[in-house]
């Protein structure tokens, strides 16, 4: 099969997209969306039972291959140069022109003798991004289809141009898989570029102004790590005659002066994964369709960012670029935790939440060992799956509710019990124990004690339990038990159904299954890249993790239906009329029952932490870049 199988899942959305763009039939679009999403899914899988624990290389490089990618990255810079004029956003212009100018000077003076020998890899880090894109982006897309008809019903303001929505998607996704099974930096920019573009147009979906400023904040900040990464081709080509990831890595190993090389790609990878100071493109994607603030947020787009620096993580650790990766993610795990604390929007706190995940992420692989490794893959998983099931409910509930304000769930739990569970899934795989993502952490603590990292330690320690504040009011926000009959859940739609089932499902699945996951898919991968590991937490704990997670699973199943129980009516500050959701109050008054939480905004306001976590984050970029640009490389 060789690389049929991979090629055909690249082309497969991309054909997609094609004809979405030109089809006008919603009929026609709603059934190649559905069998479209279907095969991606069925395709990643195959993808990954084919290479599994075989990683799998293949050189195309050639003076045609590329020729294609420098006249895609042509294309993709006039895109932007013709936005750029049409809104007048000319410093954004001249940051597209750079790269691309640069690129082809490259190519031109350097190209010769700058090969690329395999240019495609697939192992199992390739495999967990494309099982994550394929079935998780898949499934947004199928949500989509009902999630886009209410919205343009709901804002007949703005103009219906679904056709275009999920040509980018699907678009997307197409560049996601190509760039998470590439070896060669120079293809990795291409689609690494065609993610920041779609990102750019889906932001801006709706042509609002908020959404249009949003949207180019976006496109600059990317582009910005996109001129960074045309940089560090050129300096890798220039000066060690190679455009490989893996000839990169061997040569950090070797000791070679790669670390300028090294410290861009993770300045890149900053830009991409929304680390701060870069962290407000992805704030602002939330005017964006639900949809597209899970493919952003979740799955894919971030995601890209931090696959890269994962992929560098053997040759980071005590140099430069790693001290970088180390602080900048530190710093932006803590800070947006405690931002995310004053928030009542739900998606702005899934946004800081985002953040502050991402920001472990890279303080993790920036460590550079094996063991902070293995955590930063993990918790790539368990984030991919439960925060996007989490931004898909806010978006359903929005929908229903008219608000996706926190302090509007009120009652959700009564009125919609089954969008509610699926939240309160999200929420668990999010930060409580047995589940995966504070087990992920519980080994980051480990990976920072045995790197000799006290700082990171107390980093982690206080930003962890910062996440008690804004979760815990969530739920119990959510599991307020108000009594009524009125059903809410009749508009959802079953497409919408069909996505956050499978979701919830896939959220319980991954956390059950957490020791095979690691032993036989993050594990190989990290023998080859270190040669000689052990287990970072014991496979025995890990099961009796599993085994937790299980019945937490199955004893509500058994023993959750009981008889009915009698109501105690709830004393409140005056006469109870019988539905505790208002009392008799002074001279008669009929006043209503509201809880609200407390978000301590003069403590953890968003604009306090924002600054202090601006202004440390671009502080260590600085420095740090600028000590490696004159550094020598060193493991």
């Known amino acids: ?24 039939n919603p009929a026609v679009r709603n059934t190649l969306v559905r069998v479209s999403a279907l095969l991606m899914g069925v395709l990643s899988v195959a993808v990954g039972v084919m290479y599994f ?53 490259f190519e031109f003076h350097a190209g010769s003798y700058a090969r690329s020998v395999w240019d495609f890899n697939i192992d199992n880090l390739s495999i967990i991004m494309i099982l994550i894109a394929g079935i998780i982006g898949g499934l947004i897309a199928v949500y989509s289809l009902g999630y886009m008809a209410v919205y343009h019903r709901k804002h007949a303001d703005v103009k219906d141009r679904r056709s275009f929505f999920f040509f980018v998607v699907f678009l997307f996704l197409s560049a996601m898989f190509g760039l998470v099974m590439s070896n060669n930096l120079l293809y990795m920019y291409t689609f690494w570029e065609i993610t920041s573009l779609c990102s750019f147009l889906l932001i801006g979906y709706s042509g609002t102004n908020e959404a249009i400023h949003n949207s180019f904040k976006a496109l600059w900040m990317n582009l910005l790590g996109g001129l960074a990464f045309a940089m560090a081709i050129a300096y890798l080509g220039e000066h060690f005659y190679t455009l490989e990831i893996s000839q990169l890595l061997s040569m950090g190993m070797q000791g070679m002066p790669v670390e300028p090389v090294v410290a861009l790609l993770v300045f890149c990878g900053f830009t991409k994964s929304a680390m701060m100071p870069f962290s407000g493109w992805l ?101 991919a799956v439960a925060k996007s099931l989490l931004f898909l409910t806010v978006g359903t509930a929005e929908q229903q509710l008219g608000s996706r304000n926190l302090e509007s769930f009120d009652g959700i739990f009564n009125s919609m019990p ?22 992920s952490k519980w080994a980051a603590m480990k990976a920072f004690v045995d790197a000799g990292q006290p700082l990171l330690l107390l980093a982690l320690v206080y930003g962890s339990a910062t996440t008690l504040f804004y979760w815990t009011k969530w739920l119990g926000k959510i599991t307020t038990y108000i009594p009524t009959n009125e059903n809410r859940e009749k508009g959802i739609l079953g497409v919408e159904w069909t996505a956050l089932k499978t979701l919830a499902a896939l959220t319980l699945v991954v956390c059950v299954l957490f020791p095979l996951i690691s032993q036989y898919m993050v594990i190989p991968y990290l023998a080859l890249m270190y040669r000689n590991i052990n287990d970072v937490i014991a496979q025995s704990n890990l099961w009796i993790m599993s085994v937790m997670v299980f019945l937490i699973i199955i004893l509500p199943l058994r023993f959750g239906k009981s008889r009915r129980k009698k109501q105690v009516i709830t004393n409140l500050s005056g006469e109870n009329l019988g539905s505790d959701v208002a009392y008799r109050g002074a001279a008669g008054r009929i006043v209503p029952v509201q809880l609200r939480n407390w978000y301590l905004e003069s403590w953890f306001g968003e604009r306090r932490m924002t600054l202090w976590g601006y202004t440390a984050c671009l502080a260590c970029v600085l420095m740090e870049l600028s000590l490696a640009a004159g550094g020598v490389f060193h493991v």
């Open 53 to 105: 624990g075989h990683p799998f290389k293949i050189g195309v490089d050639s003076p045609l291959v590329r020729l294609l990618m420098m006249a895609v990255d042509g294309l993709a810079a006039l895109t932007v140069l013709y936005f750029c004029v049409k809104y007048k956003r000319y410093l954004t212009a001249l940051l597209g022109l750079a790269q691309f100018f640069l690129i082809v000077a």
């Open 418 to 439: 089954r969008l509610s569970l699926c939240m309160v899934i999200g929420i668990c795989g999010m930060f409580l124990a047995p589940f995966g993502m504070l087990i």
């Open 283 to 383: 704030l602002g994607a939330m005017v964006a369709p639900t949809p597209t603030s899970a493919l952003l947020h979740s799955s894919t787009m971030v995601k890209a960012g931090v696959f890269l620096i994962i992929k560098l993580a053997p040759i980071l650790g005590n140099n430069h670029a790693g001290i970088m990766a180390m602080l900048v993610g530190g710093i932006t795990f803590f800070f947006a935790s405690c931002a995310a604390i004053s928030q009542s929007d739900g998606k702005k706190v899934l946004a800081y939440s985002t953040i502050s995940n991402l920001g472990l992420i890279v303080c993790c692989a920036g460590t550079g060992s094996y063991e902070a490794a293995w955590t930063a893959i993990m918790i790539v998983i368990f984030h």
């Open 1 to 24: 099969m060789g690389m049929a199988l991979p090629a055909l899942l690249f082309a497969l959305p991309l054909v997609t997209a094609l004809i979405l763009l030109v089809n006008r």
